[in-house]
Each structure stands twice: as C-alpha cells, then as structure tokens.
C-alpha cells in the first residue's frame, strides 16, 4: 500500500530525489536551487561558492548569506563545527 502522499504520475512521487538531491548532486548550484526553493528567497552563488570552497567567513559573507543571521551565533556554529573564520 501506497503513502498517502505519494501521487502516481509525479515527476518525484515518493520525495527521494527532493530528499536526496543533494547528496547526489552536491554543487554549489544545486545547493542554491534548494535553498531558494525551501526558503523562497534569493542565494547569492558566490557567497555559495565561497562556503563549498571553505573559504573563511567573515561578516561581508554572513551578511550575504543572510542580512538578519546572528553575527554572534554564526561563528559559534563554526567553531563548533571547525569552519575556518576570517
């Protein structure tokens, strides 16, 4: 028996390439459709680049990445995580 929310016909019927798209196609461009598709604003594909590339983050890049992001809280996620910050 079908999920309720799997629809016969759907180009992604049972979710797994919207699940999965990511981790089988994990470019900086991919990461961009996502992100503006499940937050419903614009991504800046540098600023993307600049963080698969690991590159330090510094405020010009949080405030790319999101004007209203927690200078504070952001590189407290990136200590913990070993994200290099400039």
Do not use: C
Not at 24 to 38: C, G, L, S
Not at 40 to 49: K, L, N, P, Y
């Amino acid at each position: 028996m079908a999920s309720a929310w799997v629809h016969d016909g759907h180009p992604d019927a049972d979710g797994s390439s919207w699940l999965f798209g990511l981790l089988v196609d994990p470019t900086p461009e991919a990461f961009k459709a996502f992100a503006e598709d499940y937050y419903e604003t614009a991504v800046d594909i540098e600023v993307v680049r600049h963080v698969y590339g690991l590159r330090p983050l510094g405020r010009a890049e949080i405030a790319r990445l999101n004007p209203t992001a927690s200078v504070d809280d952001l590189v407290a996620a990136a200590e913990t995580i070993g994200y290099p910050l400039a």
